[in-house]
């Protein structure tokens, strides 16, 4: 069982940045990744970046690309979601997620294990 838990959630202003964190426990990683998701009031789940702790790649949705930036603590186990130039339409409760790299359409992620959530809010 792998438990993840999100940090550092807020306001921010347009133009502004935030950074999530997710901390990971309960196993170890060597095959597994670690991405973030979103889900703004009255929409669907959005992909929004994935890291694959073999070997460090990532993949970014293309509403975040540019802006948005994953990396981690290896020792932690940790993940970061650094953003910025931060719009309106960023605001959502983001999710960590972990497990198998699982390679879909459109994207890469993990889905098997999900953190609770962290608002972000961006005003205009």
């Known amino acids: 069982q792998v438990q993840l838990v999100e940090s550092g959630g807020g306001l921010v202003q347009a133009g502004g940045s935030l950074k999530l964190s997710c901390a990971a426990s309960?196993?170890?990683?060597?095959?597994?990744?670690m991405g973030w998701f979103r889900q703004a009031p009255g929409k669907e789940r959005e992909f929004v970046t994935t890291?694959?702790?073999?070997?460090?790649?990532?993949y970014y949705g293309d509403s975040v690309k540019g802006r948005f930036t994953i990396s981690r603590d290896n020792a932690k186990i940790t993940v970061y979601l650094q953003m910025n130039n931060l719009k309106p339409e960023d605001t959502a409760v983001y999710y960590c997620?972990?497990?198998?790299?699982?390679?879909?359409?459109?994207?890469?992620?993990?889905?098997?294990?999900w953190g609770q959530g962290t608002q972000v809010t961006v005003s205009s």
């Open positions: 309960g196993r170890t990683f060597g095959n597994y990744a």
């Open positions: 890291l694959s702790w073999s070997d460090g790649r990532t």
């Open positions: 997620a972990a497990g198998p790299l699982r390679i879909y359409r459109d994207y890469a992620a993990p889905n098997d294990y």
